[in-house]
């Protein structure tokens, strides 16, 4: 998978559709915020690289 900023995905294991907002590839991390956006805005989620490997598009 192509990952770049901006991208609707689905982490394994999980029905939720959550969006990439930066990858910290010298730190082996990404972060991401689920959607749909809520009013008072998503929280952002810091999550290793390597558990967007079996990640699917969304």
Known sequence: MNL???????LPGD???????SIDEPR????LRQLPLTRD??????VALDALSGAEPA
Do not use: E
């Open 28 to 31: 082996g991390r990404c972060y």
């Open 41 to 46: 805005g998503s929280p952002v989620l810091d």
């Open 15 to 21: 029905s939720r559709c959550y969006q990439l907002l």
């Open 4 to 10: 770049h900023q901006g991208v609707r995905l689905q």
